[in-house]
Structure formats: structure tokens, C-alpha cells
């Protein structure tokens, strides 16, 4: 009888450490200290400041599809890359390349995360590495990729790291021209600047076109960020950030968005813009407080 009930016991305690093995391995956390690191090569001397068409450009997009792959990303349409040309200011032709994987869903429903990972390059003998601008939101797509690996999302998440943001949001334009993907685009989600302000504020845009999106932001756990909502009215107080980043050509084409960013500050478009600068734990909670964001729209 003894043996008996040492086994139901032996048994009982095996099934729980199984149960709890299995809760650990479907409830995934944000690796903060890789996100950092991420974020470190993006924004360093090594790529240049990332300006479209450089060697520098090309070495952070070669970190971001070993990133992308690494992590469980696929390849979106076959490939994880995707060029484009487009004609800039001067008139001259330049060709730009997307970063694109996905992680297919319960559903074909697709949820577009988005941030670019292109800057203004060099000027004279400075570089400018855009650390918040936009290599934050950059490495954040990484991080996302890693936690969505391990637990599988309703709607399939694409991870696009556009190109050429800074010369007019070609790399969205390019990607919003596919009207057969663009059909199951449910929403997009555009990170551009989220890691470097002094109040822990950022800025949710959007609400004031889809509205329906505000009850969402407002029921998530923003922890130690304070979640703002506005520049997104035309005749507003604040300047109107609708068509500001590359979540301006999804809205143009009548797909929903919300953009995380924070305000302009002393580093933006300066060369100053550099890892050094960015308070880590305002953009390690960042990143966490939009990836409840995405949780909860990814619940819808």
C-alpha cells in the first residue's frame, strides 16, 4: 500500500513540474540585455549611420536578417529582403531594400510591425548614428520576433524594417503598393523613436483617426510609461504626426494604425543621436509597455 501511494506521490509531483515546465515555456519575457545589444550595433560607428544606399546601410541590414532568421522570423514572400527604386530629391535613382519576416498566426489576418532601420549617414566627419532615430524601434522588432517565436499570435505579425524612411517613406510606399497582402492587413503598428526621453512619456497616434484603438491602449499595463495620446488631429494644439513615419502610407491606404513615438528632443537628427545617450531602462519599458500594446490588439 505504501508503494502504491509513493508512487501517486512521485507521479503527482512529476505531472506538476511538467505543468509548470509547460506554463515557463508559453509565457515567454522580453530579452532586454539582447535588445540592448541589438541596439548598440545598430546605432554604432560600424554602419555608418545606416543612409540608404551605403556600405553602412548594407552591414545593418545584413545584422537584421541574421537577426530576423536567428530568432525564428520567416522569410515574408520567400525572401527577407525586398527592394525598391524610387527617385530622391535630386532627382537621381536610388534603390532601397526592406527587411521583411513573419510569423504566421491562428489566422491570415495580418498585423504590419513596423519601424526603419535607415538614418541620415554621415556629414563631413560626423556620423549620425540615429540610436533612438530609428534604431530603437529597429532592435524592438528583433526582441518581438524572439517572444512571438515561443508563443504563437492570433493574427500573423509581420516584422518590416523599412528602408529609405528618411527620404520620404519609400520603403512603406513600396510595400503598401502590394494590394493583394495589403487586403488582409488589419492594422499597423509603427515604431519610430521610442527609447530617449527625459519624463518617461510617449505618444500613442492614431486614436483620433480610429478611435476604437483608444480603449485598447487605455486597458494595458503601461507600467512605468506614461501613454499619451494626441498629435494626430489636423487643427490641434500639438503638430499632427499622421503622416510623420511610415505608418503615413498605410493610413493613406485606408489601413488602421497606431504610432509609438516620443517628442522631438535635443538629439533628434543630430549627430549627438548616439547609443551612449539613450536611458536604458526608460527603453527597456518601453519596448515591454508596446508589446502589451500588441498582445492586446493581437487579442482583438
Known sequence: MKSIQKLLVILIVGLFISCSAQQEKTTPTLDTDQLIEDLRFISSDVTEGRRTGTEGNRIAREYLIEGFEEKGAEPFQGSYISEFNFTNRQGEEVTGVNVIGQIPGRSDSVIVISAHYDHLGKRDSLIFNGADDDASGTAALIAYINYFSQVQPNHTL?????????????????????????????MNI??????????????????????????????????????????????GELDDWTFASDHGPFHQQGVPFVYFGVSDHEHYHQHTDDFETIPQEFYKNSVQMILNAILAFDGL
Open 158 to 186: 509581420v516584422f518590416a524594417a523599412f528602408d529609405a524612411e528618411e527620404m520620404g517613406l519609400q520603403g512603406a510606399r513600396a510595400l503598401v503598393q502590394d494590394s493583394v497582402f495589403l487586403d488582409k492587413v488589419k
Open 190 to 235: 509603427n515604431l519610430d523613436m521610442i527609447a530617449q526621453n527625459d519624463s518617461s512619456n510617449i505618444y500613442a497616434v492614431g486614436t483620433y483617426h480610429y478611435p476604437e484603438f483608444k480603449p485598447v491602449l487605455e486597458s494595458i499595463d503601461t507600467g512605468n510609461i506614461n501613454l499619451l495620446f494626441g498629435h494626430d488631429e489636423p487643427s
